[in-house]
Each structure stands twice: as structure tokens, then as C-alpha cells.
């Protein structure tokens, strides 16, 4: 179970870290301005983080294994449409597919590790793996997609194919999961759909056309009526998707805050810097995709030994760690000098890629350890809804803010000080986790 976990994970994560320097050549290829780029980035994102609890209910009703292999069947036919579309339109499109199919697989991922692992530290080290799946595909993405995009841009998505074909065979080699026959939440979905796709998208046109547009007017208010709308449904429904009751305990709504904000960070850094660093400084894809090694590849190494220090000073403290570590690190990017060099801008990201580790595997860790069982998909659906909104929002803000090109560098440094600041209130809060157990051997 962990095996096809891991490669579950490693696939979703690849695929969106590989995106994001391929976004010139793709313009290059099929047109488009800066509106179009980052719907190819938030068609993908939007649609997992809308799908995302009400796949992790579906995981927990249907048994995770079958989940997965539903939503990596998606993922792989939506991975040829992306490679093979004539147009950015059907690119986009397919996108929105691809993010579906991911949104499918993520909660059962981490459901399959609930089920595999009952001892606490054994899961803590199996969720410390996983993460080393998605860190890994976070630091060879970059170089992968520049690698490809020198050849075709379209490459970054066939590459997916085999290694969903591997996934579906670890886990065809795992046991079948447990499942709970209850109705489907169809009301809630609709709701929680409507509010991201509006939020989203008025964010993002309101880059091009202002707060103040009629459409973007608009798409706000549907996503305030359809939030508005969401609670009572939920509250009233015999099945809810999200059980309110889950936001009573504690350390659920920590892990969501915390979620929420480190992915707004960590994501949104690369998008502000595979522009930064081709628009700006004139780098290929390919070196833009080496300059994020630093911070990726510490990511993805320090996950084993991350794990390890995790046990010996806890949870809370590792998660600030980590925290601060990654505010160091985004505020010496704040600060640079425009005509640093690249090797110098490179450098405050080891920091980030550093405390990454310490973050997010304790962190669900923790929220798995505060639920039971036949819940797991549900909070693994909740986390990751809250981390993909935030990733979401910051390619949507950041992308508005970088959209005048002649106050670019502005737009960058405000994109990186509110990141700092929104790290900076999720540190405040991490001492409102419930204490953990260390480990002295």
C-alpha cells in the first residue's frame, strides 16, 4: 500500500511542479496572455482542491484502493488529452480533467497508509515516506520539465503515463479496503464547487480586469452565496461530505490553517520564480529549472532524517521550525537587489526547501493521528482541499499582482511580504496543537 502511495503522490506532484516552467514555451506554442497561462496552472489546481472532500468522503465509502485506481485511471487519459491538445482552450480543458482524476487519488493515498499503519510512529515514519514522494517530484520537476520543454513542451505530460502504469500495478499487489455504503453528498458538492470556481476565477480575471468588472463582481458573489449556502447544507445533511463536528477538534483546524498557508508559500514560489527568472533574467527552461534544485532537493533529502527530528523534539516544535525557517528564507528573497545574481537568488531558497520536511509530514501526521479510522479519507480530503486553496489563490493573487509587467519586480516583492506575513500569523498558531509524544530512542 505504501509503495502505490508513494508513486500516487509522486505523480500529482510532478506534474504540477513540472507545469509551471514549461509556461512560456507553452504560450510560445499555443498563445495565449498571462490569464490563459495561469488557467493552465489553476484549471488543474482548482478542480482538485473543489473535488478534494468530496473525494475523501468517496474514499471512505468506497474503499481507498478503489478510489485510486478510479481517479488514476482519469489522471492517465487526461494526461494524453493535455500532451495532444491542438489548442490552449482544450488544453486548459483537459487540465480541469487531469485535476479531477488527482483529486480522486490524493485522499485515498494517505487513507491507504491509515489502514496499513496502526502504530503511531509507524505511520509517522510511513507519512514521512510519502511526503519524500511528493518532495522528490517537487525537486526533479523543474529539471525534468525544462529538460522536456527543450525538447517539446507536450513531453511533460506523456511522461506521466508510465509512471501511473506503475502505480496501477503496486496496487493491484495491495488487499482490498474497507468501504461504507452511505449516500453520496451531492447538494454539499455543488456547493463547495461553485464557491471555489468563483472565488478562483474572480481572483484571476480581476488580474486583467480589475476588482471591478461585472464578470468578476460576479463570479465573488456566486462564491459567497455558494459558501454561504455550503454550511447549512452540510449542518442538515444526514451524510455530510465535511462533518461539521470535525472542526471542534483542535488540531484539525491547525493542520487546515497551517496547511493552507505553507502551501502558499512553497507553491507559490516557484510560479513567481519560473517567471522571475525566464521573463526578467532571460534563463532557458531548462536553467530555470536548475535554479529551483536548492530548495527541492533539500526538500525531498531531509525527509528521512526530518522524520527522525521530528520524533526527538516533537511535532509543535519541528512544525515552527520549519515555519521560521521558510520566512527566513522568503524574506532574503524579499530584499535582493534586482541585478543579483541568479546563484544569489538560489541561495535563500535552501531555507525554504529545508523547513518543508519539518512542516507538512508531521503536520498530517498529526491529523491522522486525531481521527478515526473511517475518517482518514475525510480529513486527508480537508487538509488537501486547504493546501490547494491556497496554492490556488497564490498563483491567482500573484499572478495579478505580476500582470503590468513594467512594475513586475513590485508585484514580486508584495507577492513574497504577503507570504511572509500569512507564514508568519500560521507560526502564531502552531502552539494551539495538542502536545505530542517524543521519542528518546
Not at 9 to 35: E, H, K, Q, W, Y
Not at 298 to 315: C, D, K, Q, T
Not at 341 to 350: D, G, I, R, S
Request: with cysteine; net charge positive.
Amino acid at each position: 500500500m505504501l509503495s502505490a502511495s508513494v508513486v500516487g503522490f509522486f505523480v500529482i506532484t510532478l506534474d504540477a511542479t513540472a507545469v509551471n516552467v514549461s509556461l512560456p514555451s507553452i504560450r510560445d506554442g499555443l498563445g495565449g496572455g498571462m490569464t490563459g497561462l495561469q488557467w493552465v496552472v489553476d484549471g488543474y489546481t482548482l478542480m482538485f482542491a473543489a473535488l478534494l472532500l468530496s473525494a475523501g468522503a468517496l474514499s471512505d465509502r468506497v474503499g481507498a484502493r478503489r478510489a485510486f485506481a478510479a481517479g488514476l485511471t482519469v489522471f492517465v487519459f487526461a494526461s494524453a488529452a493535455c500532451g495532444l491538445a491542438p489548442s490552449l482552450g482544450v488544453l486548459i480543458a483537459s487540465r480541469f480533467v487531469q485535476g479531477a482524476g488527482a483529486a480522486a487519488m490524493m485522499p485515498a493515498t494517505l487513507a491507504l497508509i491509515r489502514e496499513a499503519y496502526d502504530d503511531q510512529v509507524k505511520r509517522a515514519r510511513a507519512i514521512a515516506l510519502w511526503a519524500m514522494g511528493g518532495a522528490a517530484a517537487a525537486a526533479s520537476g523543474p529539471i525534468v520539465g525544462g529538460l522536456l520543454t527543450e525538447l517539446n513542451w507536450r513531453l511533460i505530460f506523456f511522461i506521466n503515463l508510465p509512471i501511473s502504469v506503475a502505480a496501477l500495478v503496486l496496487l493491484a499487489r495491495t488487499q482490498p479496503s474497507p468501504h461504507r455504503q452511505v449516500p453520496f453528498d451531492l447538494a454539499g458538492q455543488i456547493a463547495a464547487v461553485l464557491a471555489m470556481g468563483g472565488l478562483t476565477y474572480g481572483v484571476i480575471e480581476a488580474g486583467a480586469d480589475g476588482f471591478t468588472s461585472p464578470r468578476v463582481l460576479v463570479a465573488l458573489g456566486v462564491a459567497v452565496a455558494a459558501l454561504t449556502a455550503f454550511l447549512p447544507i452540510e449542518a442538515r445533511a444526514a451524510h455530510p461530505m465535511l462533518p461539521l463536528e470535525m472542526f471542534r477538534n483542535r488540531t484539525v483546524v491547525i493542520a487546515v490553517v497551517v496547511g493552507f498557508t505553507f502551501m502558499i508559500g512553497f507553491y507559490g514560489l516557484p510560479f513567481l520564480f519560473s517567471l522571475y527568472f525566464q521573463q526578467l533574467r532571460g534563463l532557458s527552461s531548462m536553467a530555470t529549472g536548475l535554479a529551483f534544485v536548492p530548495m527541492t532537493a533539500f526538500s525531498a533529502l531531509l525527509n528521512p532524517v526530518a522524520a527522525r527530528l521530528v520524533e526527538r523534539i516533537g511535532r509543535r516544535a519541528a512544525i515552527t521550525t520549519g515555519l521560521l525557517l521558510m520566512i527566513a528564507g522568503m524574506s532574503a528573497l524579499a530584499v535582493l537587489p534586482a541585478t543579483a545574481p541568479v546563484w544569489l537568488v538560489a541561495l535563500p531558497m535552501f531555507p525554504v526547501g529545508f523547513g518543508a520536511p519539518l512542516v507538512m509530514p508531521p503536520l498530517t501526521a498529526a491529523l491522522l493521528d486525531s481521527v478515526p479510522a473511517h475518517r482518514a479519507g475525510t480529513a486527508s480530503g480537508l487538509l488537501n482541499t486547504a493546501r490547494q486553496v491556497g496554492g490556488a489563490l497564490a498563483v491567482a493573487v500573484f499572478g495579478a499582482l505580476l500582470s503590468d509587467q513594467t512594475h513586475f519586480l513590485h508585484g514580486l516583492r508584495t507577492s513574497l511580504v504577503i507570504t511572509v506575513v500569512l507564514l508568519l500569523a500560521a507560526v502564531a498558531a502552531t502552539p494551539l496543537l495538542k502536545a505530542d509524544r517524543k521519542i528518546n530512542a
